[in-house]
C-alpha cells in the first residue's frame, strides 16, 4: 500500500502554503509514480471552529496511525481571546505531546541564490547546509519543582533543569542516526563546566557515540557554539543540544539563512514497527496574519518540510534532494515571493505561482 499522509493546513497562510504543497504532492504521484494516501484534517483555529476544540480525538488518532503528518500553521488574532485550553497551539503541543516527538531537526541551509539576504558576510553562509537536533520534550521547561514561591520577604522564580539517561540517549541516537546519513560529523553543546545535566549529557552522548564509530564526536559548550555559529557555521554538520540552548541556537541559526519564509522544521519521536520515526513536518513561521489571504505567502517553507518527510519518513532521499533542487532553481533564476526582495524595486510572484515554478522545475529535472 501507499505511504500514508496526514495534511493539517490550520489556519492563516497554512492552507494556502499546504495548496502549493499539494501540488508537489500530486506531480509525484502522477510524474514519478511516488502516489501518497493522503488525508486532510483541522488543526488549531479551525478545528476551534468547527468542533470546539483545536484538535479532535479523531483527528489525534490519525495522526498516530499515519506514516508522516504534514503541518501548515496555527493561530491568528481572532483567536487571542480564546481560553488557554482551546488556544489554537494546544492542538498543536498535543501532537507533540502525544506522538512524543523528542527530536527536533532545524536545518539552516542556504541556498546560494538568497547568501546575500543573509545577515552575514556572503562567504560565511554560502553552501550552508548543516542540521540542529534539539531536544524538545524535556529539559528546563518542563522540570519540577517550578513555580514562583515566597522566601523570606521576597518571591522566587523556579525551573528546574533535568535530565535522565533515556532522555538523552534516545535524542542523541536520533542525533547520530541523522550524521550517519550526512557528513558523519556531530558536534554536542552543553554547560558541562556549569550545570550537572550537562556533565551527565556528555557522558550519555559519548557513551552512545560508542555504537556509531563512524561518526567524529566533538564537544562545545553552548555559549562557545553560538559563538562558532556566528563565526564559521561550515565547521559544523550535524549539532545535538538540550531543549533551551536548542531553542536559542536552531533560532539563532535559522536567521543565518534569510528568510522564516524559507525554513523547515521535522520532530521526530521513536521508531515506529516499519522502522521509520513517528514525524511531524512543518514550517518554522507562523500563521502570518498580517499577510493571509493576500497570496502573498512564501510556500518554501512548508515545500521543504514535505522534502524533509521525502527523505526520513519515505525514504526517499533522492526525491527529497530533487525537490530541493527545484527550489534552488526557481531561485537561481530569479523567482522571489515579498519576504525574499527586501529594498530590491523587483516584482514579487505569488504564492501560487512560486509553487507552479517549482512544480516546473520538477518536471524540467
Ligand atoms: P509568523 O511566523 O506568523 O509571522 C512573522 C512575520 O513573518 C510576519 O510578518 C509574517 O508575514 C512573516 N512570514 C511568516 N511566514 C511567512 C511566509 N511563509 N511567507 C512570507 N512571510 C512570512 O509569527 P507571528 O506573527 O509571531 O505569529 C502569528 C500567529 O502565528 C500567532 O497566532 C502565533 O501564535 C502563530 N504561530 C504559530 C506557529 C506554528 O503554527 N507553528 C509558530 C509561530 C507563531
Ligand atoms: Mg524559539
Same mark, same amino acid.
Given at each position: 500500500?501507499?505511504?500514508?499522509?496526514l495534511?493539517?493546513?490550520?489556519?492563516g497562510?497554512?492552507?494556502?502554503v499546504?495548496?502549493?504543497?499539494r501540488? $508537489?504532492i500530486?506531480?509525484? #504521484?502522477a510524474k514519478r509514480?511516488?502516489?501518497? @494516501?493522503?488525508s486532510?484534517?483541522l $488543526?488549531?483555529?479551525a478545528?476551534y471552529?468547527?468542533?470546539g476544540?483545536p484538535l479532535?480525538?479523531?483527528t489525534m488518532?490519525?495522526?498516530q496511525? $499515519?506514516?508522516a503528518?504534514?503541518?501548515?500553521? /496555527? #493561530?491568528?488574532?481572532?483567536?487571542d481571546?480564546?481560553?488557554?485550553?482551546?488556544?489554537?497551539?494546544?492542538g498543536?503541543?498535543?501532537l507533540?505531546k502525544?506522538m @512524543?516527538l523528542?527530536?527536533?531537526?532545524r536545518?539552516?541551509?542556504?541556498f546560494d541564490?538568497l547568501?546575500d539576504?543573509s545577515s552575514?558576510?556572503?562567504? /560565511?553562509?554560502a553552501? =550552508?547546509d548543516i542540521m540542529?537536533?534539539?531536544?524538545?520534550?524535556s529539559?528546563?521547561?518542563f522540570?519540577e519543582p517550578r513555580?514562583i514561591?515566597?522566601?523570606g520577604?521576597?518571591?522566587v522564580?523556579?525551573n528546574?533543569?533535568?535530565?535522565t539517561?533515556?532522555?538523552?540517549d534516545?535524542?542523541?541516537?536520533?542525533? +547520530?542516526e541523522?550524521?550517519?546519513?550526512?557528513?558523519?560529523?556531530?558536534?554536542s553543546m552543553?554547560?558541562?563546566?556549569?550545570?550537572?545535566?550537562g556533565v551527565l549529557w556528555?557522558? /550519555?552522548?559519548?557513551?552512545v557515540?560508542?555504537?556509531y564509530?563512524e561518526?567524529?564526536?566533538?564537544?562545545?559548550? &553552548?555559549?562557545?557554539?553560538a559563538?562558532?555559529?556566528?563565526?564559521?557555521?561550515?565547521q559544523?554538520?550535524?549539532?545535538v543540544?538540550?531543549n533551551?540552548?536548542g531553542?536559542?541556537?536552531?533560532?539563532l541559526a535559522a536567521?543565518?539563512?534569510g528568510?522564516l519564509g524559507?525554513l523547515?522544521?521535522?520532530?521526530?519521536g521513536a521508531?515506529?514497527?516499519?522502522?521509520r520515526?513517528?514525524?511531524?513536518y512543518e514550517p518554522v513561521?507562523?500563521?502570518?496574519?498580517?499577510i &493571509?489571504?493576500?497570496g502573498?505567502?512564501n510556500?518554501?517553507?512548508c515545500i521543504?518540510s514535505?522534502?524533509?518527510?521525502?527523505?526520513?519518513s +519515505?525514504?526517499?532521499?533522492?526525491?527529497?534532494t530533487?525537490?530541493?533542487?527545484a527550489v534552488?532553481?526557481?531561485? &537561481?533564476?530569479?523567482?522571489?515571493t515579498?519576504?525574499?526582495?527586501?529594498?530590491e524595486?523587483?516584482a514579487?510572484?505569488s504564492?501560487?505561482e512560486?509553487? @507552479?515554478?517549482? $512544480?516546473?522545475? =520538477?518536471? &524540467?529535472?
Open positions: 500500500s501507499n505511504p500514508s499522509l495534511i493539517l493546513p490550520g489556519d497562510i497554512g492552507p494556502e499546504m495548496a502549493e504543497v501540488k $508537489v500530486d506531480w509525484y #504521484g509514480d511516488l502516489a501518497f @494516501d493522503v486532510e484534517d $488543526v488549531g483555529g478545528a471552529d468547527a468542533h476544540t479532535a480525538d479523531e488518532a490519525k495522526a496511525e $499515519v506514516d503528518v504534514l503541518l501548515g500553521a /496555527v #493561530g491568528g488574532p481572532k483567536y481571546v480564546l481560553d488557554f485550553s482551546v488556544k489554537p497551539e494546544r498543536l503541543l498535543r507533540r502525544e @512524543d523528542y527530536a527536533n531537526l536545518p539552516a541551509q542556504c541564490a547568501a539576504f552575514l558576510k556572503t562567504d /560565511v553562509v553552501g =550552508l540542529i537536533v534539539r531536544e524538545l520534550t529539559g528546563i521547561y522540570g513555580g514561591i515566597e522566601e520577604n521576597e518571591r522564580g523556579i528546574t533543569q533535568r535530565y539517561e533515556s532522555e538523552i534516545r535524542v542523541a541516537r536520533s542525533a +547520530f541523522l550524521a550517519m546519513r550526512r557528513d558523519k560529523k556531530l558536534c552543553e554547560k558541562a563546566n556549569v550545570m550537572e545535566s556528555r557522558e /550519555v552522548v559519548t557513551e557515540a560508542k555504537d564509530p561518526v567524529e564526536l566533538s564537544h562545545m559548550y &553552548a555559549d562557545a557554539g559563538m562558532q555559529l556566528t563565526r564559521w557555521p561550515k559544523f554538520d550535524v549539532i543540544t538540550d533551551l540552548f531553542d536559542l541556537l536552531s533560532d536567521m543565518l539563512t528568510s524559507m523547515p522544521s521535522a520532530s521526530l521508531p515506529m514497527s516499519n522502522g520515526p513517528k514525524a511531524l513561521h507562523g500563521s502570518a496574519p498580517d &493571509a489571504g493576500q502573498k505567502a510556500p518554501i517553507a521543504l514535505f522534502a524533509m518527510a521525502l527523505r526520513y +519515505f525514504d526517499q532521499g533522492d526525491e527529497a530533487r525537490l530541493e533542487q534552488e532553481k526557481v531561485l &537561481a533564476d530569479g523567482l522571489r515579498a519576504d525574499l526582495l527586501g529594498e524595486g523587483k514579487p510572484v504564492t501560487s512560486m509553487g @507552479d515554478a517549482i $512544480v516546473a522545475a =520538477l518536471d &524540467a529535472s
